[in-house]
Every structure is written in C-alpha cells, then in structure tokens.
C-alpha cells in the first residue's frame, strides 16, 4: 500500500506563489509516476501535471509557464510549484501516484484559493 500525503494549499492573492507538497510512503518502489490534479466543483478533475519516475514531466497548457512540477526521489515527493496565480486557479489540488501496474492512489485533496 502507498499513502500520500498532501500540504501546502491555503489563499493566495492574485499573482501569488504557493508550493504544493506530496511525500508518498509505504510501497513507493511501486511507483511509477506523481502528479497532482485539480477540481472545481461541479466539473471533472483536470490533470496539471504529472513526473514520470525515469524523469519525463507533463504540464496542462493552461498552466504551462506558471506551474511546475518537480520530484525529490530521495525522500519519495512531489512538488507542484505555482506562480503567478489566478482566480481560475481556484480548486482542490489532488495528488496521485500511479504504481507500474496502473493503479492510481490518490490523496485527499488540499484546497487552493485565489483572491484578493
């Protein structure tokens, strides 16, 4: 079993920075690939980006050059980097991990609001 463990949400204004965290234990040799999805109510969950374990990384066009996403193998996280935030931004960040077989496992969620 792999658990994971999501920080780092809270409210942001405009044009703010926040830095998502995603530390993964349990069976993380498993692990094939993190990443983090976000949802606003009412609407189906967006992927954002996504870290290949061999080091590939995905990142949604709408976010492509405020957003990025990083990985600390060492110590089996994930990290989702946010600049330049907008009120569209606004959602629930959820990590996932996806084992080689691929079974996702995800996290409960952390909140991300944009406002002044």
């Known amino acids: 079993q792999v658990q994971l463990v999501e920080s780092g949400g809270g409210l942001v204004q405009p044009g703010g920075s926040l830095r998502l965290s995603c530390a993964a234990s349990?069976?993380?040799?498993?692990?094939?690939?993190m990443g983090w999805y976000r949802q606003v109510p009412g609407t189906e969950r967006e992927l954002v980006a996504r870290s290949i374990k061999e080091g590939t990384t995905y990142v949604a066009d709408s976010v492509k050059g405020r957003f990025s996403i990083s990985r600390d193998g060492a110590k089996d996280t994930v990290f989702l980097q946010m600049n330049s935030l907008k009120p569209e931004d606004t959602a629930v960040y959820y990590c996932v991990a996806v084992d080689y077989a691929g079974l996702e496992i995800w996290g409960h969620g952390t909140q991300v609001t944009v406002s002044s």
């Open positions: 349990g069976r993380v040799f498993t692990l094939s690939a």
